[in-house]
């Protein structure tokens, strides 16, 4: 099917599409290379893109998949969050003149996301987007998730009142890092490490977005043969496991982190009092006793005469 679809695109007068089993990408895989090889107008749409494919067992549940396409130079990938994401993911695939296009999409139904109450479906084409959260607002903890998993990143997001989590939709990497540096940084805040991503799949890759310090989430082994919640609440896709992670290891990292940046204060204070002795010390106006102090929020200097 790649290679029938790669002739045509080379024929010319139509824009071919092929569509199977995301599992089955590894039949294609020398279709795939080529087509990004040779900068062709094409678009392979694959299904069932994780362990929800459920009963069919491991031979048909993608893991490594996602990784290994998004590793193929010139290939745009794109995992939409829900029907409109998909909508707007195929205009921006009909677009594309010079690379193929890999548009993947999940076997159960996912809801449509209210674009009332969330940010328009037409940001997909910045590759990743603030779904959830004040973007003005400095965030605690910041959940990075694709496809299916967004949803769980929402409703995760949700079960906090106490602290500030954004959510960040990140559809297609390779769309993403054609971005420039503002945007991204805006994105995702540099000194903001506390960072949990969410993937139904290899966790490989992942560890750029999730930086040293984040927690990448994923799917590292072969699947088993049951049903998708069944598998979903083995394998800990969750709300419930998704929060107790930000709570045990990200909000703790978040604290340990605090407190690493007041002792490194301390320190700096510390290094001025004695700078400002030294200094006091050696001015030969002040003939009297003098001392002082410092502190974080306050510096006093007395000279007793």
Known sequence: MGTLINGMALHGGLIPFGATFFVFADYERPALRLSAMQKLRVLHIFTHDSFFVGEDGPTHQPIEHLASLRAIPNLLVIRPADANETSVAIKIALKERKRPTA????????????????????????????????????????????GSEVHLALETAKSFSEIKVRVVNMPSAELFEMQNEEYKNRILPPQISARLTIEAGSTFGWHKYAGSRGIVYGIDHYGNSAPGGVLQEAYGFTVKNMVKIIKEKILVLRKMELGSSRSSNNKLFGFLSSALLQL?????????????SITPINISIIIVF
Do not use: H, W
Request: aromatic letters at 10%; a neutral charge; one cysteine or more.
């Open 103 to 146: 548009l993947v999409l999940t076997r159960q139904k996912l809801p449509v996301l209210d674009r009332t109450m969330y940010p328009s479906a037409e940001l997909l084409g910045k590759g990743a987007y603030i779904i959830y959260g004040d973007e003005n607002e400095k965030p605690d903890v910041i959940i990075i998730a694709t």
């Open 280 to 292: 006091i010390c050696q001015t030969p106006k002040f003939p009297g006793n003098y001392g002082f």
